[in-house]
């Protein structure tokens, strides 16, 4: 098993998903736990980085590579699922921990 990898949960995703990257040994917690819901996109990719971890957003802003260059950060995983529904997205999210198994995120979007 990899080292858990330590994940921030944007505001925009169910807080739900924090929970499954719990259940599978990492270290995952909300915008909303750290009361920043509504925060601006660069204060949080400032706490991202300052406390290397991982963000997971459906932000489309976050994958501007020369806004937020991939070596700043330890990873950003943007979800995009053509449906939002609140249950597509956590199963797509399900299915992050077995891929964390064999693939590391660190430096990459």
Do not use: W
């Not at 406390?51 to 957003?57: K, S």
């Not at 932000?59 to 449906?83: E, G, K, S, W």
């Amino acid at each position: 098993m990899r080292p858990e990898t330590r994940f921030k949960i944007d505001d925009n995703l169910p807080v739900e998903v924090a929970a499954i990257l719990k259940e599978a040994g990492h270290d995952a917690i909300t915008i909303n736990e750290q009361n920043m819901s509504g925060g601006l996109d660069p204060a949080v990719a400032s706490i991202c980085q300052s406390e290397g971890r991982a963000l997971v957003t459906l932000d489309l802003d976050f994958p501007d590579i020369r806004t937020y260059p991939q070596a700043d950060f330890h990873a950003i995983i943007v979800v995009r699922p053509r449906n939002q529904a609140k249950a597509v997205v956590l199963a797509l999210m399900g299915r992050l921990p077995p891929v964390l198994e064999i693939e590391t995120l660190h430096k990459k979007l």
